[in-house]
C-alpha cells in the first residue's frame, strides 16, 4: 500500500556522509565543539580548529594535543579566507550574530555548515548518536527536542547486543573474502552471495559472527558457500565469544520492543509539548 502522501514532511534525509579525507572547519572549543571534533575524526576526515585557547575544553585541548589530523588555530574567526578549501564548517561558539554571519558566508559558497543551537541556520543536524566500530545509529527529532533524542537512544542502546559492532566488522570481513572467490556484479553469482550471506547472518547469533577468524571464515566458506550450506559454527572450528556475566541466548529480537517503547516517549513528550499553555 503507497504511503499517505501527506504524511511525507517535516523531516530530514537521513545519510552516511563519507568525510574521509575532506577538510572540516569547526569555529569553537567549548564543550560541544569536543563533540563536534570526535564525530569528525570517526569519519576520517581532516579538520582545521579556530578557537581561543583559553575557552578549550579539556577533551577539545585532548584532541588538537594528540591527533595529526588536527590543524589549530589560537584565535577567533577571522573572515573568508577561513573557508578557502573547505568542504563542511561547523560553529560550535556563542555569539548568535558571528554564528549567523559565518552560516551566511558559507551559503554563499556552497559549504555545508551546522550552526549549534540555531536549528534554522544549519543544513544538516547532528542528532543523538549511537556508535560501537562501523556500527552507527542515529536519532533525530529534526532539532525539536535533543533531550528526547538522548532518551531514546539510551534506550535503543540498552537493547543492541554485545560484540554487535564486532560481528559487523566480521560480517563485512567475509563478505569481502566471498566477493574474492565468487567475483562478479549481478546476475545470478551475485543474488547467490546476498542469499548465503543472508543465512548466514540469520542463522548465527551475534556472538558467533564476532567469534569469527581468519581460519574459520576459510572453512566456512569452504563447507558452508562451495555446499551451499550454512553449517554451525562449532563445525567451522569456532567458540562463541561471550562477554562477562552475559545471559545465554541474547536476543537481537528485543530491539524491536525497545524502538516501540522509544516510540511511545517521543509521541507521549511531543503531546506534552503542544499541550502546554
Known sequence: MPPDL??????????????????????????????????????????????????????????????????????????PDDLEAVDMVLTAIDDVDASRAIAALCRERRIPVNV??????????????????????????????????????????????????????????LRSKLKERAPGVGGEVGRRRMRWMVDVCSSWDMEELAALDDATMARLLNEGWEKNAVPRLEDVGGRPRKAAGEPEGYLLPLLPTAIGFAAGVTAAGLFWFTRRP
Open 6 to 79: 501527506s504524511s511525507l514532511h517535516g523531516g530530514s534525509l537521513l545519510l552516511a556522509w563519507q568525510l574521509k579525507d575532506k577538510h572540516v572547519l569547526i569555529v569553537g572549543g567549548g564543550d560541544v565543539a569536543s563533540g563536534r571534533i570526535e564525530s569528525v575524526l570517526v569519519a576520517d576526515a581532516r579538520i582545521t580548529l579556530v578557537a581561543p585557547r583559553a575557552g578549550l575544553h579539556p577533551l577539545t585541548q585532548h584532541f588538537v594535543d594528540n591527533s595529526d589530523r588536527i590543524t589549530y588555530h589560537d584565535r577567533v574567526f577571522a573572515g
Open 116 to 173: 549549534a543551537d540555531i536549528p534554522p541556520a544549519c543544513d544538516f543536524y547532528f542528532g543523538s548518536q549511537i556508535r560501537d566500530g562501523p556500527l552507527q545509529v542515529m536519532i533525530s527529532t529534526n532539532g525539536k527536542s535533543p533531550k528526547l533524542a538522548n532518551i531514546i537512544r539510551r534506550k535503543i542502546e540498552s537493547c543492541i547486543p554485545p560484540h554487535a559492532g564486532e560481528a559487523i566488522e566480521k560480517v563485512g570481513e
